[in-house]
């Protein structure tokens, strides 16, 4: 009797030691919300203290990019640590494949408890899609296909949509806290995705958030081009006026992201959880204002890919530090199997795991960053998924062929041609970077960067530094080369 106490006693005592070294995760995603949009990247309007706080306490790092320049090719990296194009995630309204294995699916194995709560986008959300939350390793989910406004449709846990009315931000961060809670109270280890809607257009905010920007209309009076949350469909407005919307629901989200981050702290759980943010790509042309790099989203510039990158661990990142690194979305799934003690996924991984960064050990990244949007997409063939499966649900603002709700695409790819290389592409490999883009006639036109000395890419070296543009070209067709034999679906028959 005694000995079977006593082994109860040290089975206990092991459990709570285990429990207390693994940290809880929490992983944030803004929708189109670039670099520069926050306070602490030096933002002229847009007012965010939460996020400045946490890069005053946490990692700032700033020289976070999204694996592509669009929505749900990068969701398809945040989840898998492997490149969109691997899985026929082209763009935007492409889903992946059922074969991935998502940080869910290892987090799950590590005896966490999974939930997904907001934009998935990277297929149809419904019960029945098997590339749903629920068929792609979360346990629980309150999920939308694509974006929303104010009172967002949402779908719990693959079922219909229902309305929840109030403002998206802080409607996801209440049902977080209510998943964080309930795993407390299972003495469980949670893993929280948050992927807001905001600050993906068509915009609307609070009145008491818009009143912070009502100076903006007055400042910036050029037109731009958007949607019209009246019709659905496109418009054009003085960028003051989105502006102001558009801070507004920055600013929204940043309140909700402090209502998590004062909750975890009451509940005694901050010092143990990595809380994460990024953006999803560049901000979008409408809300530019063209400083301090080049492009937009949708473009293989910086501007296309460097978002806000953010992680709190007070427990491992006890004091504030900056880091230069770059890092990208495809680190977070090796990290975080880094992390939990989970094998990587037999298959080739893109991201690179970063607890070295974490642990101020890491001065420079240890393989190339790559950037790439294929033009496979625009010719179709056998759908991946029964077209029936990849129907959406949930509806949004913005009309598309006449609907208001969104599906999904994904085709087979079982040959690959010399034309499957073409769309625009980059390569990062150390402070150089090599842009390569088709033109209507001749060659192709390539770019190189000196991001160190040019962040801004004005500044085109091709001429005085061949040698180092032909190295990185040929580094990016020999990776090139690796994702479309993923494509062909090899990586599935190891």
């Known amino acids: ?41 030096g933002h002229p309007h847009v007012k965010t203290p939460v996020l400045d706080e946490m890069a ?25 640590g492997r490149h969109p194009n691997r899985m026929g995630t082209f763009a935007p309204g492409w889903s992946f494949r059922p074969e991935e294995i998502t940080s869910a699916h290892l987090l799950s194995q590590a005896g966490y408890h999974c939930g997904h709560f907001g934009k998935w986008h990277v297929g149809a959300v419904k019960k029945e899609s098997p590339v749903s939350p629920l068929s792609m390793g979360f346990h629980e989910c309150l999920s939308h296909d694509n974006f929303f406004e104010l009172n967002p449709a949402l779908s719990r846990n693959g079922g219909p949509p229902q309305v929840f009315k109030g403002e998206s931000s802080a409607i996801l961060i209440d049902e977080a806290i209510r998943f964080i809670d309930s795993a407390k109270q299972s003495r469980k280890p949670f893993f929280t995705i948050v992927w807001f809607g905001s600050p993906h257009e068509p915009y609307s905010g609070l009145p008491a958030d818009l009143a912070l920007y009502d100076d903006l209309p007055a400042k910036y009076t050029k037109k731009v081009k958007l949607t019209s949350n009246e019709t659905g469909g496109p418009t054009q407005r003085p960028q003051g006026e989105v502006l102001r919307e558009r801070y507004a629901e920055i600013t929204a989200m940043d309140r ?17 959880t990595l809380l994460f943010y990024c953006g999803d ?55 975080l199997a880094a992390i939990t003690g989970q094998p990587l996924p037999n298959r080739p991984i893109d991201g690179i795991d970063l607890t070295p960064l974490l642990d101020g050990k890491m001065t420079e990244r240890s393989k190339p960053l790559y950037v790439w949007e294929c033009n496979i997409g625009k010719s179709k063939g056998e759908p991946y998924i029964d077209p029936k499966l990849q129907q959406g649900t949930t509806p949004l603002a913005k009309m598309a062929g006449g609907k208001a709700t969104r599906d999904f695409s994904n085709f087979r790819h079982p040959t690959i041609t010399d034309a499957d290389y073409l769309g625009p592409r980059a390569i990062i490999d150390g402070h150089f970077k090599l842009v390569i883009h088709e033109q209507n006639k001749g060659d192709p036109k390539h770019e190189l960067f000196d991001l160190q000395s040019d962040p801004a890419e004005k500044t ?27 494509l062909t679906g090899a990586d599935y028959q190891q």
């Open 1 to 41: 009797m005694k000995t079977s106490l006593l082994l109860s006693l040290c089975l206990t005592a092991c459990c709570a030691a285990l429990q207390a070294a693994t940290p809880n995760i929490i992983l944030m995603m803004g929708d189109d919300h670039g670099w520069e949009e926050t306070g602490y990247h």
């Open 56 to 80: 005053a306490t946490g990692l700032r790092m700033d020289r976070f990019h999204s694996a592509h320049p669009s929505c749900s090719p990068t969701r398809a990296s945040f989840l898998t």
């Open 256 to 272: 909700a992201i402090g209502t998590l981050r004062k909750h975890l702290a009451k509940q005694g759980l901050r010092d143990n």
């Open 281 to 335: 790509n560049g901000t979008s042309a409408d809300a530019a204002l063209g400083f301090p790099h080049r492009g937009v989203k949708g473009q293989v510039y910086e501007g296309g890919t460097l978002v806000p990158g953010l992680i709190e661990w007070p427990a491992r990142i006890p004091q504030p530090r900056t880091t230069s690194v770059r890092a990208t979305t495809s680190d977070l799934l090796p990290t």
């Open 460 to 486: 085109n070296l091709i001429e005085q530094q061949p040698a180092t543009a032909e190295k990185l070209q040929t580094q990016l067709h020999e990776w090139q080369r690796s994702v479309l034999h993923s």
